[in-house]
Nanobody
Framework: QVQLMEAGGGSVQAGGSLRLSCTVS????????MGWFRQAPGKERERIVS???????DYADSVKGRFTIARDAAENTLYLQMNALKPEDTAMYYC??????????????????WGQGTQVTVSS
């Protein structure tokens, strides 16, 4: 079964940058949707960006122009480059995957494979 593990979270001042990584194992030759999500205390988990098996991304409005998703050639690692961080970006960040072909605006609840999360804290 697909296994995911996030890394790279930490504490940073507003305007700073972080790069998160997600290592992937156990995946088959199936077509996958992958993405980055976050959940702040007292709020619902939200999609930051998804990427389909052809490498096409779809970003949430809240992070457009600031965050960038990328993956390695072997599709073994997923990255999230976060620039111009704001205090409202503070959350637990998760990577996730699901077997699928059409990934844009895929609801959060349909993703079946999740990492355990990495904390990002942005101070004023």
């Amino acid at each position: 079964q697909v296994q995911l593990m996030e890394a790279g979270g930490g504490s940073v001042q507003a305007g700073g940058s972080l790069r998160l990584s997600c290592t992937v194992s156990g995946h088959t030759n199936s077509t996958y949707c992958m993405g980055w999500f976050r959940q702040a205390p007292g709020k619902e988990r939200e999609r930051i960006v998804s990427i389909d098996d052809d490498g096409r991304p779809d970003y949430a409005d809240s992070v457009k122009g600031r965050f960038t998703i990328a993956r390695d050639a072997a599709e073994n690692t997923l990255y999230l480059q976060m620039n111009a961080l704001k205090p409202e970006d503070t959350a637990m960040y998760y990577c996730a995957a699901d077997v699928g072909r059409y990934c844009a605006n895929l609801p959060v609840y349909v993703y079946n494979y999740w990492g355990q999360g990495t904390q990002v804290t942005v101070s004023s």
